[in-house]
């Protein structure tokens, strides 16, 4: 009788000298160029909004489809010679659409304040969203990546970094920015596609949940 091969992924965690990270770092550069200031008690790792924006006159908001142009792929630390490099597929990219469009649906609209727009108004703000950092802790769970009797642990599934950038709809000027980055679960399982499609699910809905409470304290 043959039993699988069990893979365990260490993750090992690596201490920062700087205050901020890199993602954060990045985000605060935008807000400068920009003219934002940081939000004091922010629903995220970091948040800007424009001085004296007046967003309680915007009742609907435009949703961009999400930007994956920028995305980094961080390669897994625990290496194994069956293992591919970890690629982002339009088919991966179709199914972070899909939980994006409907925690937005759950969250944004349902739960929130504003209605969802496909035109520019004076009272509707544009919302873009980027993918720009996936760290992913093991192969794809796919049988390009991983043999047959391999099964994978780890713990969490890894972390993804997502910005939001909010526009005036008829300005094109940026009005918000917020920057997150998020583990993938943190407890050790059995690392495979459902699970990992879970935590992606998990993450969207936390990082709507959080855009709406922004936008509400800014509304204010």
Known sequence: MKFP??????VA??????IYKIHE????SQAEQAGLIAILKPEFDASFVLPGA????????ILSNL????????KPSSSHHFQESWEL????????????SESAKNYVFDKGELSAATEPANDTLLLKTKITEIA????????????????????GFGRMTIVFELYDSTSNKLIAL??????????????????????????????????NDELASLMK
């Open 5 to 10: 091969f069990v893979v365990v992924v260490l």
């Open 13 to 18: 965690c690596l201490c920062s000298c700087n």
């Open 25 to 28: 770092k990045t985000a605060l």
């Open 54 to 61: 007046n967003l309680s006159q915007y009742k609907k908001i």
């Open 67 to 74: 930007d994956f142009s920028s995305v980094k792929i961080i």
């Open 89 to 100: 597929t339009e088919e991966d990219k179709q199914f972070y659409q899909k939980r994006f």
């Open 136 to 155: 992913p802790l093991a192969s794809k769970d796919d049988f390009k990546s991983r043999p047959t009797l391999i099964d994978v642990y780890s713990e």
């Open 178 to 211: 917020s920057s997150d980055e998020h583990d993938l679960g943190k407890m050790w399982e059995r690392n495979d596609r459902a699970q990992n499609n879970m935590q992606v699910r998990l993450a969207f809905d936390y990082w709507l949940k959080n855009l």
